[in-house]
């Protein structure tokens, strides 16, 4: 059988995926989703010996009969069901430790998670140098907004009337 270092990345692989995609989750017991995609993951399932199908068959045939989850014991039992059919062969406890290998280690893939692109038209629409008008009077020269002193006009209050040119400077004429 496998080493207790591997024995432990193994189990380490196992809580991983058992957590994956599920905030509850506390890693000590699995679900059928997790353990196909640990098997997709780690490249388990090959599409011919062994595909979805026989992942999900193995799964329901380590799983208590009203049980929905798996822990990490039925999990090794698991493995060594697919393991004498993703490697025919090899003896059983040569495939076994393949397939400890295979999974030993890994984490979940996030596939597919979508990245913005600004592109064409997106990207000229949000340029903000190329703003006029009242539109431009929310952003500063970096393109950054201002907030909501771009957006309201704000009133000043000094005491002086608005667009007075010399505002501010009646104390220094005074004292002289």
């Not at 014991?73 to 003896?91: H, Q």
């Not at 929310?138 to 002193?149: L, T, V």
């Not at 009133?155 to 009337?161: E, I, L, M, R």
């Amino acid at each position: 059988m496998a080493g207790s270092t591997e024995m432990a990345s193994l189990e380490e692989s196992f809580r991983k995926f058992a957590i994956y995609g599920d905030t509850k989750a506390t890693g000590q017991e699995m679900n059928g989703k997790n353990w196909a995609k640990l098997c997709k993951d780690c490249k388990v399932t090959d599409g011919k010996s062994v595909t979805s199908t026989d992942v999900d068959i193995v799964f329901s045939k380590v799983k208590g009969k009203t049980a929905r989850v798996i822990n990490y014991e039925e999990f090794k039992k698991a493995l060594e069901e697919l393991a004498a059919k993703r490697f025919k062969d090899k003896s059983k406890e040569e495939a076994y430790e393949a397939i400890c290998q295979l999974v030993a280690g890994k984490e979940p893939i996030n596939v597919g998670v979508t990245k913005a692109k600004t592109v064409g038209a997106v990207e000229r629409l949000t340029d903000t140098s190329k703003y006029t008008g009242s539109h431009k009077e929310r952003f500063d020269e970096s393109g950054k907004g201002k907030g909501k002193s771009g957006r309201e006009n704000i009133v000043d209050t000094s005491g002086y009337v608005s667009a007075y040119k010399n505002a501010g400077t009646y104390d220094a004429k005074v004292k002289k």
